[in-house]
């Protein structure tokens, strides 16, 4: 399915007393390459929400293998895996670029899976521009935002 790479520069406010990127903002990380790969699609995810459409977490995982610090550039590289039903799901790679390589060095990698519900926390079925905009989405694969090019 779909790849999306989106660049995202390490602050002060992201990182721990070691000077490394707190554990816990790497799920901000995964919720920022969503977003931004929704929005990749022409429609921002807000539209969603306008529209009576949430996507809960229901699972989540990540896995570290070295840290981010203060002022590296990341590339946060999500894709979607699953599309069936009322579940949507995501798998992440968080890379330190070096230089303009698209290829990085990888620090943590993970995935979420979410239900699409209305707003009294019932399953519903996604919106068909959403089912369009992915399948179309489909056939050019790998984007990248234009912060990244």
């Not at 790969?37 to 995810?45: D, E, M, T």
């Not at 529209?51 to 981010?68: D, H, M, Q, T």
């Not at 039903?85 to 995935?111: H, T």
Request: with cysteine.
């Amino acid at each position: 399915m779909t790849s999306f790479d989106f660049p995202h520069r390490v602050t002060y406010a992201e990182t721990d007393k070691m000077g490394f990127v707190y554990y816990g903002n790497y799920m901000t990380y995964f919720e920022i390459g969503r977003t931004e790969l929704i929005r990749s699609f022409g429609r921002p995810y807000i539209d969603l929400e306008n529209e009576g459409f949430y996507l809960p977490v229901i699972e989540v995982s990540c896995r570290y293998f070295k840290p981010a610090r203060y002022d590296d550039l990341l590339a946060i590289r999500t894709e979607i895996t699953e599309f069936k039903g009322v579940r949507l799901g995501f798998k992440y790679e968080i890379l330190r670029l070096v230089g303009w390589s698209r290829d990085g060095e990888k620090l943590a990698e993970g995935a979420t899976l979410h239900a699409f519900m209305d707003g009294q926390g019932k399953p519903v079925r996604p919106p068909e521009w959403l089912k369009e905009m992915i399948k179309s989405s489909d056939e050019t694969q790998d984007k990248t935002s234009p912060q990244m090019r």
